[in-house]
């Protein structure tokens, strides 16, 4: 059984920084891709970032290029999320997710079979 467990949200001004870890389980973490995406109420489910099996690729999109850098730890079956220069924008539950497909990039909800609960960030302004 998949399991994908989020960590490190919470409260931060505007400027500032947080890292979000996802802890994965119960398959070969080093053969899937992973992502984030984000959710604010009222809007659908948007990519954020994702980055290949080996690590050696990443993807972002447009609104966090720059500001925001995905990196895995293949031993320690984790994706990181470092989020810098934070808006009231980015304000959001971010959610892990992963395919179900070995290696391939998914930067969309309909290709992500498995979600991690989400974690609350708030950015203040």
């Known amino acids: 059984q998949v399991q994908l467990v989020e960590s490190g949200g919470g409260l931060v001004q505007a400027g500032g920084s947080l890292r979000l870890s996802c802890a994965a389980s119960?398959?070969?973490?080093?053969?899937?891709?992973m992502g984030w995406f984000r959710q604010t109420p009222g809007k659908e489910r948007e990519f954020v970032a994702a980055?290949?099996?080996?690590?050696?690729?990443?993807y972002y999109a447009d609104s966090v290029q720059g500001r925001f850098s995905i990196s895995r730890d293949n031993v320690k079956n984790t994706v990181y999320l470092q989020m810098n220069s934070l808006t009231p924008e980015d304000t959001a539950v971010y959610y892990c997710?992963?395919?179900?497909?070995?290696?391939?990039?998914?930067?969309?909800?309909?290709?992500?079979?498995?979600w991690g609960k989400g974690t609350l960030v708030t950015v203040s302004s």
């Open positions: 997710a992963s395919p179900i497909r070995q290696y391939v990039v998914v930067r969309t909800t309909q290709g992500i079979n498995y």
């Open positions: 980055i290949s099996w080996s690590g050696s690729s990443t």
């Open positions: 119960g398959r070969t973490f080093s053969s899937y891709s």
